[in-house]
């Protein structure tokens, strides 16, 4: 004879302790799970870095290819108007716009119009191939600091493009072609990494009492202000801040404490460097004050140390 509903065993519930004991083991899967999966995300954020630096290079090889291997200018000036004088200028980034897929961008600027050139461009966002996916200072190529400055991630080693001065002029190239780099395009750096706005830094330079605190991708360099340059004009050789040698990047940064002065990434103990052989390549913070200075000199004499 069946038992009454009411006498039917039932199935044990859980009690207190074992459900924090299931809790608590949860709790711990997801904090072996989380560092997991940020691991995952930065690795392929530094895998997507290096791929911009290397079309970036492509697209600076592809230039001096049908220039006579010069490189392009710090200081790009082209005459828009000859009756008013009006002038596009733009930096480096700005030239090889035409090298990968942007001519119609550099000709909407490169005509006479109010904003020509990097006044125009400035605002003109170019997402992804200048944008970090790890830096927390961009949106979309946009600077978060005013939500208009369009940026870049990557800065033109000015000791190479600049070299003997002409960082300060117009329209005119680096002394050195890309074929005959002295110290070879496999020891000299072309690119570096860097944040695209600097939100703890103050607006204006103290040093140099210009505007810094945005890396805008169109900017020329001459202005020292916030051209996609690294180093800066007032520390190559024979000017002013040169001490002698350059200074380390900050590899592993944050917002706050990235330095215009300075080279930097948001990568984890690594900076992603872009080399004139077109080579890209991971440095880590151990890298020795030497070693970055040959990397970046392009005529010290001496190849990069062990470190490299």
């Excluded at 991708?217 to 051209?227: E, F, V």
Aim: aromatic share 8%; proline share 11%; net charge negative.
């Amino acid at each position: 004879m069946p038992r009454p509903p009411s006498a039917r065993r039932r199935a044990p519930a859980f009690t207190l302790i074992e459900l924090l004991v299931v809790i608590g083991i949860i709790a711990v899967l997801i904090a072996l799970l989380v560092p997991a999966v940020q691991r995952v995300r930065e690795t392929a954020a530094r895998t997507q870095c290096a791929n911009n630096m290397k079309q970036l290079l492509l697209a600076l090889h592809n230039y001096a290819g049908n220039n006579g291997e010069r490189l392009p200018p710090a200081n790009f000036a082209q005459l828009v108007n000859p009756a008013t004088g009006n002038v596009a200028e733009g930096s480096a980034f700005y030239v090889l716009l035409p090298y990968h897929e942007q001519e119609i961008l550099f000709r909407t600027y490169t005509q006479d119009r109010p904003d020509a050139g990097y006044l125009g461009a400035q605002y003109v966002a170019l997402a992804p191939l200048h944008v970090c996916p790890s830096d927390p200072t961009v949106i979309n190529g946009i600077a978060t600091l005013d939500q208009k400055t369009a940026t870049s991630n990557y800065a033109i080693n000015l000791a190479l493009v600049g070299a003997e001065g002409t960082f300060a002029l117009k329209m005119t190239p680096s002394p050195y072609r890309l074929n005959s780099i002295p110290d070879g395009a496999s020891n000299t750096l072309g690119l570096v990494e860097t944040s695209g706005c600097f939100p703890g830094y103050p607006s204006i330079n103290p040093a140099t009492g210009t505007p810094e605190n945005y890396m805008s991708w169109p900017y020329p360099a001459y202005t020292n202000t916030l051209g996609p340059y690294w180093p800066n004009p007032d520390e190559l050789p024979g000017q002013p801040s040169y001490a002698g040698f350059f200074p380390l990047p900050q590899i592993g940064t944050t917002p706050l404490l990235a330095d215009p002065t300075l080279a930097q990434s948001y990568h984890p103990g690594a900076m992603n460097v872009g080399l004139m052989d077109g080579g890209v390549r991971t440095i880590s913070a151990d890298i020795s004050q030497a070693t970055w200075t040959r990397a970046l000199d392009p005529v010290d004499g001496h190849p990069p140390g062990t470190d490299w």
